[in-house]
């Protein structure tokens, strides 16, 4: 629906700013060619999924300062730049106390500071409604910001970490305000903590960037189904991800024997886990060089030259990726 | 409550970013300095204010795309600064039609374009409710952002037009949506007009910039009241707005006649026009000299080393400033 996105400008001093992905290419954030960087910029607004969470009583106000912020700077990591900084949009009831919005502010202002950034600005106010949403803004040397739309078939398709955990935690505390059967507190600590202290992942983020050999990148923010998905589709490649190689938590293990969802769509469905999934460029290292060039990564699987985006099990059968994405009607 | 916003990076490269002004200064948008030029970004959340024209039938959802966009970029204009790109947020109910959605975007695009800029990014899905919020990026050639800081007593204030049409339109029909009196139609459409196709002003706010002599700039948008009085805070000035001076639009006057509202309180109130009003050093630019420099622009008064905010009326009486700002609780 929206036209071409070129646009560029110098500045009377000669200084040039130009945009090279805008919202045609639906990448996790907009990005900007600058004297000597690249900037990328990405926005968020966070109601909705989170609040289940809230309304169950797992988050307080600054969770959900937290989470905004973390959400907003995942964004900036999948992109592979350094968070420059964090614009919040923090609107709430005419009844809201005081103590809760700073509450709000102070768990964004601890998750910047804990990725090495700053809330740099905002609005703030009343409306009808409680609203988060919120702007990430990072930097890159020039030309290594990381897209969705590089993945050439015979690349390597990694994930940084296992997925699922924040829907389990979703789905287990709900069926517990419902009188369900609890598990013990350790496990309910730990489901209950993904969302209360999520982590962005901008260490492997840079590191990817500046390996040269990274082709696509996008954080788990849709869940693994959707984002294995929308790389897939912009970069114009297929993937066979096979089934015994996807990293699968015991939490979710767990959460599926008492809640009945299969660690399948808990696994690949809309769990938002700040996870990145990233291609390697076959041609340029074997799978087991960057597994050990990227630590704690796994591979999930290849790009293929086919069209399908599928899941491989090992008697050699293949289905469509289980799990469904939570959002985007 | 948030700590000190300090804060820079340096890419392996060489290049540099650093916040020069983060949350604490209050300004409209964060500055940051980077090689050969100043960034600056500023987010605007809109529900609330605009959605009573909406309810009013005088805003389209085009329209509502249209002025989201213009309050965005009217802050980065309030910098003095070039804009880059806009990123917005549209949540919306699950049974807001396609056609809706898709009218927002238009209208969206249409301001970016109107204001030689671009969408480039955003967040779009469902929520509880309609939910628009905004980022817009600009940039300065370095050190010349303006702020609201910088104001020195004896600098004349000016102002680039009149106010008080916003919230004239608002009060008027809200009184005829209530079955109050009517003005002509070429008055109605000219207070709707208001809202529906807003500037902001780019070429004023980048000429201001590049004079070398204006010390604080601030648009309109939380209405004149409270921006000369947040002007006066940050720069520690107060302020002696001479009556006689005050631009008075004749659509005020003549809402002011059938809603029995004053035209002091429309043109100082919560109206949000996206006027710029800014400062000129008195040491460096005489009053006629800035009014020839940025035609249509007038001198409503003079900064003074007093910490009052005044009204002052040709006998010589003295005042607070009339109106309301209408948010911030």
């Not at 001093?13 to 910029?41: E, F, H, K, N, Q």
């Amino acid at each position: 629906m929206l036209r071409s996105d070129a646009w560029s400008a110098t500045l009377p001093g000669g200084a040039s700013i130009s945009l090279v992905t805008g919202v045609s290419a639906r990448d996790d954030c907009a990005v900007y060619s600058l004297p000597g960087m690249d900037l990328v910029v990405g926005t968020d607004f966070v109601r909705g999924v989170g609040f289940s969470m809230y309304e169950n009583g797992q988050m307080s106000y600054r969770d959900l300062g937290y989470y905004l912020v973390v959400a907003n700077i995942s964004d900036v990591a999948a992109m592979g730049s350094l968070p420059t900084g964090v614009l919040v949009v923090i609107r709430y009831p005419q009844d809201f106390a005081n103590t809760a919005f700073e509450e709000v502010m102070r768990g964004a202002d601890d998750a910047a500071r804990h990725h090495g950034t700053r809330i740099v600005g905002g609005d703030t106010g009343t409306a009808d409604d409680l609203y988060l949403s919120g702007t990430a803004m990072g930097v890159s040397e020039p030309g290594t910001a990381l897209l969705r739309s590089g993945a050439r078939p015979g690349d390597h398709l990694f994930i940084s970490g296992d997925t699922g955990i924040a829907e389990a935690a979703r789905q287990y505390f709900k069926q517990v305000a419902a009188g369900g059967a609890r598990l013990v507190d350790d496990v309910e600590q730990a489901l209950g903590e993904s969302w209360r202290r999520p982590r962005a992942e901008v260490e492997l983020g840079l590191a990817l960037a500046r390996s040269g050999v990274v082709t696509s990148c996008q954080d788990t923010s849709d869940g693994l189904k959707a984002t294995i998905e929308q790389i897939a589709e912009a970069s114009a490649v297929g993937f066979d991800v096979e089934a015994d190689n996807v990293p699968v938590s015991p939490l979710v293990e767990q959460v599926s024997a008492v809640t009945g969802r299969t660690v399948e769509d808990l696994t690949f469905g809309g769990s938002v886990d700040f996870r990145l999934v990233f291609t390697v460029d076959g041609g340029a290292m074997t799978a087991p060089d960057a597994e050990e060039r990227f630590p704690g990564a796994t591979r999930l699987g290849t790009a293929a030259d086919h069209d399908a985006v599928r899941l491989v099990r090992s008697d050699g059968s293949a289905s469509p990726l289980p799990g469904r994405p939570w959002r985007h009607s």
